[in-house]
């Protein structure tokens, strides 16, 4: 994991070699190393890291969603990289807002994204363009909302138990 200094050194390289408006900040919190990159720029600042870095994160762990209400832009999605090489890990962060929720897909470059955007898509509504199949993963094709965004209802679906299955409507009535 790189340390604050060697941070600041990736972002230095990814702003020297993709521009300054690339990362918008950096993070490094109890030992996690964080960049956060503008929405536009992921997908390009991702493939400076994996192929063009001089020391490159080639692996992709994990993408998620995260809702930060109230915070605004609230929605965020984080791509945690690996580097097995120099067992080094780097988290690339960026936050959208739930009026345009768009982001650069990152597939072609890391087909085990795949998924992983489809279930940001469907808890979040992060829409992912260039996606080969956004549709959703988790939820019924049919469903309305976003379960996992801080201000969608909880509850709401009545649970039929033993005790109240006559006057709890059926799904094939």
Not at 16 to 25: F, H, K, M, P, R
Not at 48 to 63: G, I, N, Q, T
Not at 90 to 117: H, I, K, M, W
Request: proline fraction near 8%.
């Amino acid at each position: 994991m790189p340390d604050a200094t060697g941070l600041e050194l990736v972002a230095q390289r990814v702003r020297g070699a993709l521009g300054e408006d690339s990362v918008t900040g950096t993070r490094f919190d109890r030992g996690q190393a964080t960049l956060d990159v503008a929405p536009a720029r992921v997908r390009d600042v991702l493939a400076y890291l994996k192929d063009e870095d001089e020391e490159p994160f080639d692996r992709l762990m994990s993408v998620h969603g995260c809702d930060y209400l109230p915070e605004e832009p609230r929605l965020g999605v984080h791509y945690q990289l690996i580097s097995f090489e120099r067992r080094d890990r780097l988290g690339v962060r960026t936050r959208v807002g739930v009026d345009d929720p768009r982001v650069p897909s990152v597939v072609d470059l890391y087909p085990g994204a795949n998924f992983q955007e489809r279930e940001v898509y469907d808890m979040l509504g992060v829409v992912f363009e260039g996606h080969p199949d956004l549709r959703r993963i988790l939820m019924p094709e049919d469903y309305v909302g976003h379960p996992q965004r801080r201000d969608f209802p909880i509850g709401g679906e009545p649970v039929i138990f033993t005790f109240n299955e006559n006057e709890m409507p059926r799904w094939y009535d």
